[in-house]
Every structure is written in structure tokens, then in C-alpha cells.
């Protein structure tokens, strides 16, 4: 299977874009950021990549752009949704699409399904990868762990397969957001990098 792709800043970078809340009013956000190394669900895409995005909200409904550099090219992501409260339950539901100008790799295109509750969440996806017209699932349950701390445990399904998990910390100094990440795939995975310590830099205005 060819590397499957998107930001360490797509889930964190891309995760507070999935779990939107419904906002009074419209409004426009912006992200620029860089990492030691580029992983997405447990697969390594590229050493040193540099990354923006921009995001919009409005009234729950959320759409924005993404895009990184990948080495052949550039990966671009669309994604778009509507997120909603209800009572302490947060739900989301989406499209993404990951897209490159390059070589790098085929489209995918997925739907999302996102739920939280309190310190928890849990990702669903399904995809297809135009590589080989694969069918593929995604997921994922997260928990924020207080203090910056944040944990992860995603695997794969239908055509694909794998799964990793991901202990990482974020801290934001002078409004800039430092973080790093320890990433532990699975022998499914690990054949594109296997285990690996990420840093990260990012600014959102």
C-alpha cells in the first residue's frame, strides 16, 4: 500500500477543524506551521515539511484548505462539514479530500464522523484511494490528558491495514504552539519509518 496522507497538524492541526463547535458568527482563521518530521495516522510522509492552512466557521458549518509540502509536489487537502452540540455530546460530520500536484501519491476522499465527550473523542472514517480503487476505514479514539498531554490509538480497516498510537504534548509560548509527539506504529506500518519523535512549530491568526 502506497503511504496514506495529510498533517501532523491535520488531526492537530486538522482535529479542531473536525470537532467544530457552532459559532454566533462567521469567521476566518489562518495556520502556518513546520515539523521535524511529516506523519499522518502512523505512516511517515516526509522528513522536514513546512505546512498552511486557512478555516472558516460559521454557525457549526466549517470549510477549509490545508496544504504541505510532501517533497514531489505539494499535498492540498479540502475538507468541510457542519458540527453540533448536543447536550454534552459534540458530533461532526464531513468530507475530505487529499490531493497532490505531484507524484507522491493518489487521491483519497473520505467521509469523517467525529463524537466527543469531555476529555474524550472518536473519529470515524470512510475513504476510497484512487490508486487502486481501494475501499479504506479509519479509526480513532483520542483523550486529552490534561496539562498538554494528549493521546491517540488509530487502526485501519476494509483494504487497508495497521494501526499506531501516538502520545504527544502542545504548548503554546508568546503565541507560538510548540509541540511533539512520540508516534508507535504497528508492524503493518512500520515498514515506512517505525517509530519516531516529532517536533512542531505553528502560528494560527
Known amino acids: 500500500m502506497k503511504t496514506i496522507v495529510s498533517s501532523l497538524t491535520a488531526l492537530a492541526v486538522f482535529g479542531s477543524s473536525l470537532m467544530a463547535s457552532s459559532v454566533a458568527t462567521?469567521?476566518?482563521s489562518y495556520n502556518v506551521g513546520y515539523v521535524s518530521e511529516y506523519y499522518y495516522r502512523g505512516f511517515f510522509q516526509k522528513n522536514s515539511s513546512a505546512s498552511a492552512g486557512a478555516d472558516y466557521e460559521s454557525?457549526?458549518?466549517y470549510a477549509g484548505v490545508w496544504s504541505a509540502d510532501v517533497g514531489d509536489g505539494l499535498e492540498v487537502d479540502g475538507y468541510f462539514g457542519?458540527?453540533?452540540d448536543v447536550g454534552d455530546l459534540s458530533v461532526s460530520v464531513?468530507?475530505?479530500g487529499y490531493y497532490y500536484t505531484g507524484d507522491f501519491d493518489d487521491t483519497y476522499e473520505e467521509i469523517n464522523t467525529n463524537f466527543g465527550y469531555g476529555p474524550v473523542s472518536l473519529e470515524y472514517s470512510a475513504g476510497t484511494w484512487d490508486g487502486d480503487d481501494s475501499d479504506y476505514s479509519f479509526t480513532a479514539l483520542s483523550a486529552d490528558l490534561g496539562s498538554g498531554f494528549s493521546a491517540t490509538y488509530g487502526s485501519f480497516g476494509q483494504d487497508f491495514a495497521g494501526s499506531y498510537f501516538e502520545l504527544g504534548f502542545g504548548t503554546t509560548v508568546s503565541e507560538i504552539d510548540l509541540g511533539v509527539s512520540l508516534i508507535f506504529p504497528d508492524d503493518d506500518i512500520a515498514a515506512s519509518n517505525g517509530e519516531a519523535l516529532v517536533l512542531s512549530i505553528g502560528k494560527s491568526f
Open 59 to 61: 454557525g457549526g458549518f
Open 26 to 28: 462567521a469567521e476566518m
Open 82 to 84: 457542519y458540527g453540533a
Open 94 to 96: 464531513g468530507f475530505t
